[in-house]
């Protein structure tokens, strides 16, 4: 069935309401193990079915913030996602109140009582109304940046579509494209700043109600990081600082060299090579066509996939007016289908969202089966995982996308995946910043990303650049604002992902691919600790771990002439 045809109408949550209920005094008063679990199937497909309809909508908006039926029904949703959290929380505390809890956890793996026992620690009815305005926000920060309409050169862009013009070869149009770029933000820093703010203040206060000290615990439980903590991640973050940011230094200076300038400004670093990125020929149509043609050569397991997402029309690539910025992936419960959403637009980018976005999904059909839905996916920063090792599991099929630039785009797409270390934890230590200190003014939170950025990019000068210069880099970083905390998962996948290079392409590991289709398969089965055991992979957070990938990646890139490719 196509997604087109795929049906949508606003769910009675009353009827939901009573259903669920049902359920409640079915596990209450269960006599036996098959009584409990009869209950617990129910409230999944109940579940299922809510979150199904909420999908579904979000994405028919998200492909288009114009469309008035979808923009009405993603304000209902705004209003009553807290109220399914709330049934969700009072089934959720029956189940781990059962006799039948151990026969429970044994058939429907443990992750999901653990998770279930963060969603009781992360809602309450007081916070409700708090929930529905961070919905708000969020939805508000979405609707301002998909508004974007930026003259350039006589011509209207989508933030996406003036893309291209920022890695153009010529300086000059790089820079006012970039220019162009960064004064629609600051046109609309008022809101920014004003959104972000209200953004602090009412999870803080959500924070506050529930019992924490701040929201910074608060989101280390609502992102259910099961098996690592705070003390954790900072460590990590020393290692990127202490491993990555010189490492990242010399990549720099290299591509300085490559670009055959004085200085890198910028709006420099988003071209690699002077003549031109490695950009992908032909159009989206063909690109696709490729796509189906790589992953047919891939595996069997990944040939049955594409053809079931293109003959489903499980894609929107397009960038268009309207059109919400980036990409990602959502999995459609009821129907056991991924969905991409993307805005290509003629950048390698695009050959990035096809592999990385396409990893999301490939991992959420081979899980597709798992019950309760939940688990399909795991938590956040081992989905990427997925995403992020098949953008290199699938580097010998590049020559279809980029013909004779294809060694250009490999060396670029893992000299750029090393220098977003630095970036993400930037993003990572900026939000614990905020968070442990919500009494910030704006302005002081503009310094603190001015100094912290300072700290992870050194190299990144904005001299020319006042607004830039005064640090609101971060109004564009989505995650920020609609996904708080949601961004070291990205670093920590990667260090995962570079393994995965590693085992293929410098030690010719035979088992590469079947231990990347083992982790495809225990979906959210295992905690993230757990998974990278399972993928025979190292933990990011052991101490030499980074040290190990970044020595690998340095020996292979230094013995390729950058300047010949």
Aim: proline residues 3%; charged residues 25%.
């Amino acid at each position: 069935m196509k997604f087109s045809e795929f049906k949508y109408e606003q769910p009675d949550l009353k009827q939901a309401q009573q259903s669920v209920n049902a359920c409640i005094e079915k596990i209450k008063n269960a006599k036996s193990y098959e009584e409990a679990r009869e209950a617990f199937i129910e409230f999944d497909d109940i579940n299922k079915h809510l979150q199904t309809l909420a999908i579904i909508c979000n994405t028919r908006f998200t492909i288009n913030t114009q469309d008035e039926y979808y923009k009405t029904q993603n304000d209902f949703w705004d209003e009553n996602s807290p109220l399914m959290q709330e049934m969700t929380v009072s089934f959720e505390r029956e189940v781990l109140k059962s006799p039948y809890l151990k026969q429970l956890e044994e058939e429907f793996k443990k992750p999901y009582f653990l998770m279930a026992e963060n969603n009781l620690k992360t809602f309450s009815k007081e916070v409700m109304d708090d929930l529905v305005q961070e919905n708000q926000l969020s939805s508000q920060y979405a609707s301002l940046i998909a508004s974007a309409q930026i003259e350039f050169e006589g011509k209207k862009y989508t933030l996406a579509q003036l893309t291209p013009m920022t890695q153009s070869v010529d300086r000059s149009t790089r820079k006012k494209a970039s220019e162009a770029f960064w004064n629609w933000f600051r046109e609309h820093e008022e809101e920014f700043d004003d959104i972000f703010d209200k953004m602090v203040k009412v999870r803080t206060t959500i924070a506050k109600k529930l019992g924490y000290a701040s929201f910074t615990e608060l989101a280390y439980v609502r992102m259910n990081r099961l098996d690592y903590n705070q003390v954790m991640v900072e460590g990590y973050r020393k290692q990127i600082l202490h491993s990555v940011v010189p490492f990242v230094h010399r990549l720099a200076l290299a591509q300085q060299k490559r670009l055959g300038l004085d200085h890198m400004y910028y709006y420099d670093w988003s071209l690699s090579f002077k003549d031109g990125n490695a950009n992908p020929k032909g159009s989206a149509e063909e690109i696709l066509e490729k796509g189906r043609e790589m992953y047919h050569e891939l595996s069997s397991e990944t040939a049955e996939f594409i053809d079931m997402m293109l003959e489903n029309e499980l894609l929107d690539v397009l960038a268009k007016p309207g059109k919400s910025a980036g990409g990602y992936m959502e999995f459609i419960p009821e129907y056991k289908v991924p969905f991409i959403f993307s805005n290509f637009n003629g950048t390698f980018g695009d050959v990035d969202v096809l592999t990385h976005e396409a990893g999301h999904a490939f991992q959420g059909y081979q899980s597709r089966n798992i019950v309760p839905f939940s688990l399909v996916m795991p938590t956040y920063e081992s989905c990427e995982i997925h995403s992020m090792s098949m953008e290199f599991l699938t580097w010998p099929y590049m020559d279809k996308f980029f013909g004779d630039k294809a060694d250009r785009y490999r060396y670029n797409h893992l000299s750029s995946a090393v220098k977003f270390l630095p970036y993400g934890v930037l993003v990572d230590h900026f939000q614990h910043e905020v968070y442990n200190h919500p009494e910030m003014s704006k302005e002081e939170r503009k310094a603190l990303w001015k100094k912290l950025d300072e700290m992870y990019r050194p190299d990144m000068d904005y001299e020319e650049n006042d607004f830039l210069a005064r640090g609101v880099w971060w109004y564009c970083q989505g995650h920020i604002f609609q996904s708080p905390f949601y961004y070291i998962d990205y670093t920590l996948a990667q260090v995962c992902a570079f393994q995965f290079w590693k085992r293929q392409f410098i030690d010719h590991d035979p088992k590469t691919w079947k231990d990347y289709l083992k982790i495809c398969q225990v979906g959210g089965t295992q905690s993230f600790l757990e998974i990278v055991e399972t993928g025979g992979l190292v933990s990011p957070f052991k101490e030499g771990t980074l040290d190990t990938v970044i020595k690998a990646i340095d020996g292979y890139l230094s013995k390729i002439d950058d300047t010949k490719l």
